[in-house]
């Protein structure tokens, strides 16, 4: 079965610092997608990246960047310089084939607090 | 970009009664919807595949005749939540495949109230 793993529950730093939130996934199939996603207060999930297998660079997106690593089947997510706009709780997920249509596992989610 | 819209974004409704939340891809066509409920605090958890024209998968553990899902056209997935109780309130989210690999939509959510 298809698994996603967010060890950290609860995340708290100070405005500024650099942050990792860490995802360890298990998969058989050898093509699959993998995703990060924001959850604001407010409710609704903000796609923030989508990796596939066979894609292993890293991305940078501003402050934001992910580290993929089939080795370990890890995909972190790092904010550089955090700022409180980037409290929220953060999902990551691995989509899982299913009759032709994708659905998503997610992990537990990573509450993230930047305090000023 | 693609937009999966749900209604209403938030409903409170008394024990008891049903209550049907929607669920629309407004520029895409999708033969394949999902639905998600999330307790507090907790993660995303499938409930049910919705496929266009014929009947729902439901996951292990979920009733299918407490929550009826109807994808009656190839923009429109309905969840109504029958006989609804307290234990039933949750975030209820949707997702819709485009038909293109690894992209996939979400709906804004809706937050369900049992008084």
């Known amino acids: 079965a298809q698994k996603v793993t967010q060890a950290q529950t609860e995340i708290s730093v100070v405005e500024k610092e650099d942050v990792t939130l860490d995802c360890v996934y298990e998969?058989?199939?050898?093509?699959?997608?993998l995703f990060w996603y924001k959850q604001p207060p407010s409710g609704e999930l903000v796609f923030l990246i989508r990796?596939?297998?066979?894609?292993?660079q890293n991305e940078i997106s501003g402050r934001y960047s992910w580290n993929f690593q089939k080795s370990t089947s890890s995909f972190n997510f790092t904010i550089t310089a955090s700022q409180v706009v980037d409290s929220a709780v953060y999902f990551c997920?691995?989509?899982?084939?299913?009759?032709?249509?994708?659905?998503?596992?997610f992990g537990q989610g990573t509450r993230l607090t930047i305090n000023p | 970009g693609a937009v999966v819209s749900q209604h209403p974004s938030w409903v409170i409704c008394k024990s008891g009664t049903s209550v049907k939340i929607e669920c629309r891809s407004l520029?895409?066509?999708?033969?394949?919807m999902f639905w998600y409920r999330q307790f507090p605090k907790q993660s995303l958890m499938l409930m049910a595949t919705?496929?266009?024209?014929?009947?729902?998968?439901?996951e292990q553990g979920v009733e299918k005749d407490k929550f009826l899902i109807n994808h009656a056209s190839l923009t429109l997935s309905t969840l109504t939540v029958t006989s609804a109780h307290p234990e039933d309130s949750s975030f209820y989210i949707c997702?819709?495949?485009?038909?293109?690999?690894?992209?996939?939509?979400f709906g804004e959510g809706s937050r369900l109230t049992v008084l």
């Open positions: 990796r596939n297998s066979f894609d292993e």
């Open positions: 997920a691995l989509s899982e084939r299913g009759r032709g249509a994708q659905k998503l596992v």
């Open positions: 997702s819709a495949d485009s038909g293109i690999v690894g992209e996939l939509f």
């Open positions: 998969t058989r199939d050898t093509t699959y997608y």
């Open positions: 520029d895409f066509q999708a033969t394949t």
């Open positions: 919705s496929n266009e024209g014929s009947k729902a998968t439901y």
